[in-house]
């Protein structure tokens, strides 16, 4: 409950701030902020549990059948990354209080950061794999809404559309590589996928795992080829770049390396796959941000050198070098995240992030420039800060690696060289923002210090980095200790925290890499130059320009397959079925099984000739609306009757109901068409529509013949055996509609609901010519609504919804239910309006339809609700005998709460469209067609 609780809690309070808005801008940052304290005190709560190495579990069944449940645990991986989501976060709603314009929505704003933090929430803590991937997705959507707030700026748009892009086709690839990775642990539950971990590895389908996942992981955490979208995301208001880059979004990515590296770690192609990624992403991050004057620039590319450094320490197949990753991802976070809020400080005071412009920061704001220079320095590596020790195990892992045969030097030697362009990029960041003279030409002169409390999370921040740096074993050791052992599934290897190691290689690296970051510095103008003769490469114009590709491509195949003709695409899709069903059968030595055919009765067999006659009937005379309509019901009557021949009366009457409501319809729809349709196809389509009418008969009648002879196996023994002991109903159909396959029925009623409300609006306000004639010019019949007709009708009315009820409530045990139910009284209602008219029945019958369908799914959908609270599967059912004085004893479902909804969907959702055809056409204002 706790761990729902701590997700829960950011998604119900994203309506806080949009309440509050009105209140004053420092109310909204309030209630903004309530949320994330909560669950941070909850997340706090189970702190001593998981520091002592135990984990926290909650699971709800929702979709047991798939695999797919409500399972939620938090160990000391999802402990760390959901206090970096929750502090940071915390942090970053107090600063935006600050850093956002006063026209500018705040509460629109919070409410888009706190369903982001949802999201990741969610991530972070899931034990299903499939739940996971669900949040994994929420986290694109809720980051497009974030990079494109401001939504008025061409490069917010175009730069949350190439996030959503990106990380949304990973994210299609991850849920890919989890199916393949439950399909082969035999489940989505992370506890038994990362025990199955030596059988993953071993399994002919682990390179496709391996590659599918690593996308989903490569595209979310901005590794090459796939970091050109991370750069484009600066488009951001600075607090969602500092969150995305710090605690959020990018790390998503990496969390997952963490998380699943008992898993799919530890081979060969795990090593050159993730290892060699993250080296060319550290290297080509790092050389990019020292050419960038765009200061949140330079800070997005560190960021990528940073992950290309986080997803090359996992890759190394070590498990010191995961110890390694997850303490710079600690690190990273806090540093970045000041950094971050630092830029956007400088940004707010100066109207520019030019670093060309904004020159000599440290005369006019040195509080500012003291902060942001020691979380820099931290980046860079220097010794006493936090970024120091990391990057100190860092060099030392790339040195016990011996993947490479002679080329082992090759990965210590890149890594220096991008610590040295780490150094070189901090230090332009201290020098030509905070020296390097005077400021020139900005917007806002001259700058000063922000509000007091816009710094206290920079603060905040830099002096956690002071402090870990300092005396790290008294402060991140523990949260390092349960996050690692977490991620690695067991015990712990040897690793110290101390600030000195002694001399030895890796500080001589360490060393190395300052040094030549300094000279790299000093010598950046002829770099400068170098980089400035390159060719130009935009990113964004490359992938506009594939998007555009794409989408000429697209429609060009759109053109060719959406002609606008219903003919063309089922000519289509019958000639695919056609194709597909002939290559199936093909291989058949011969079409007809070892089972005997049944006999045809007499009857049976002039029923079936009845039917084919009259769809014949149906097909010569199309033109003549009236004579194919006709034609068609008499089709339904005997399709009706075939289901009672065989058994099956609950389908025998849903499918006379049906068609009583169906020929209503069209009859409603026909008074507005010619009674015939000209001819409007030619010799040629005549000739292709009977070759594929021939062929798809034919193909048909050889499936099921080739089918019908054959032995086969169906689960109606399963349905059977257990409808009485597992539904409590003797009505086996209506226990599989309403419990066994309840959620196929939800979505149903559903679209049912939806596709009323669609039809609804679509006719509202729609008014069409009333035609005075039939199509031989004989005049309608000047009373609309016949004595006799109307007389009959109300004596009618009791009758059938009298019927209605007792179909409904017999349903669980005797042919019936709620969707037979509904489609009597639905019959019986707009008899009502065919009799009357719509304003004598609505003036009569005053009901809502729209409320009655939305009823409907929100009852059915709180009696799968109510499941959850007895801890059983969504709409599973409960039922017992119970002794009712006066009647006896008698048998109660909860099912019938649910059938209750299907029964008012119905209704609503048939009235809805039916009704309202009637408004139609009316020549006067109260005149209508019904």
Known sequence: MVLALIIALPFFGVILPLMAERLGRSACAVAAGLAPLAALVLLLSQQGTVFAGDMIRARVQWLPEIGLNLSLR????????????????????????YYLAKQEPMGRFFAFLLLFMGAMLGVVLSENLLLMVMFWELTSLSSFLLIGFWSSRTDARKGSRMALAITGGGGLSLLAGVLLLGHIAGSYELSQVLAAGYAIRAHALYPVVLILVLLGVFTKSAQFPFHFWLPHAMAAPTPVSAYLHSATMVKAGVFLLARLYPALAGTDLWFYIVSLTGLATMLIGACM?????????????????????????????????????????????????????????????????????????????????????????????????????????????????????????????????????????????????????????????????????????????????????????????????????????????????????????????????????????????????????????????????????????????????????????????????????????????????????????????LGLGIMALAGLITVIFHRQRLVSLLMLSVVGLMVALAFARYSAPDLALTQLSVEVVTIVLLMLALFFLPAQTRMESSSMRTLRDFILAIGCGVMVAMLAFAVLTR???????????????????????????????????????????????????????????????????????????????????????????????????????????????????????????????????????????????????????????????????FLTSAFGHFEIPFIGEIELATAMIFDLGVYLTVVGATLLILANLGKLTQEKPGQEVL
């Open 711 to 873: 032995p086969y196996e169906t689960i109606s023994g399963f349905f059977l055996a257990n409808s009485v002991s597992g539904g409590g109903g003797h009505n086996v159909v209506n226990v599989i509609l309403v419990d066994f396959r309840g959620f196929d029925t939800m979505g149903e009623i559903t679209v049912l609901a939806i596709a009323g409300v669609g039809i609804y609006a679509m006719l509202d306000g729609l008014r069409l010519i009333q035609p005075h004639a039939d199509a031989e010019g004989r005049s309608w019949a000047r009373d609309r609504h016949p004595l006799i007709l109307a007389t009959l009708s109300r004596v009618l009315l009791p009758m059938a919804l009298l019927i209605s009820v007792f179909i409904f409530l017999r349903g669980h045990n005797l042919p019936g239910g709620g969707f037979i139910a509904g489609l009597v009284t639905s019959v019986a209602l707009i008899l009502q309006y065919v009799a009357s008219g719509v304003q004598w029945t609505q003036s009569r019958l005053p009901l809502n339809y729209h409320r009655m369908a939305g009823a409907g799914v929100l009852i059915a959908g709180l009696t799968g609700v109510g499941s959850w609270l007895f801890e059983r599967p």
């Open 74 to 97: 938090l160990d000391g991986l999802g402990f760390l990354f959901a206090l970096l989501i929750l502090g940071i976060g915390l942090l970053v709603i107090l600063y935006a209080r």
């Open 289 to 605: 941000a020292l050419f960038q004057h765009d200061l949140k620039g330079l800070l997005a590319y560190s960021t990528i050198s940073h992950l290309g450094l986080i997803t090359l320490l996992f890759g190394l197949n070590t498990e010191l070098g995961a110890v390694a990753a997850i303490f710079h991802i600690i690190n990273h976070a806090t540093f970045k995240a000041s950094l971050f809020m630092a830029a956007g400080i400088i940004d707010h005071e100066t109207g520019s992030r030019d670093m060309r412009r904004i020159n000599g920061m440290w005369k006019y704001m040195p509080h500012t420039a003291m902060l942001a220079m020691v979380a820099a320095l931290a980046m860079a590596g220097v010794p006493l800060l936090n970024g120091f020790l990391s990057k100190e195990m860092f060099f030392s892992e790339t040195l016990n690696q011996h993947m490479l045969g002679s080329f082992d030097w090759a990965i210590p030697a890149i890594a220096t060289l991008a610590g040295g362009f780490s150094v070189a990029y901090s230090l332009r960041f201290i020098h030509d923002v905070f020296f390097n003279g005077e400021p020139i030409n900005l917007p806002k002169y001259p700058p000063h210090e922000p509000p007091r409390y816009m710094k206290v999370p920079v603060e905040i921040l830099v002096f956690l980095c002071l402090l870990v740096g300092i005396v790290p074993a008294y402060t991140v050791a523990p949260l390092l200790a349960a996050a690692a052992s977490a991620s690695l599934g067991g015990e712990l290897p040897q690793y110290s925290l101390a600030i000195w190691h002694g001399l030895n290689l890796p500080l001589l690296m360490s060393f190395a890499a300052t040094a030549g970051g300094v000279l790299v510095y000093a010598f950046r103008q002829p770099l400068f130059r170098w980089y400035a003769g390159l060719p130009a490469m935009d990113a964004k114009l490359a992938f506009d320009q594939c998007m555009v590709t794409l989408v000429d491509f697209c429609r060009l195949i759109t053109r060719r397959l959406e002609t606008g003709s219903l003919q063309h695409y089922l000519a289509l899709l019958l000639a695919s079925a056609l194709v597909v069903v002939t290559l199936a059968l093909g291989p058949l030595p011969q079409m007809r099984g070892s089972v005997e055919l049944s006999p045809i009765d007499g009857i049976t067999a």
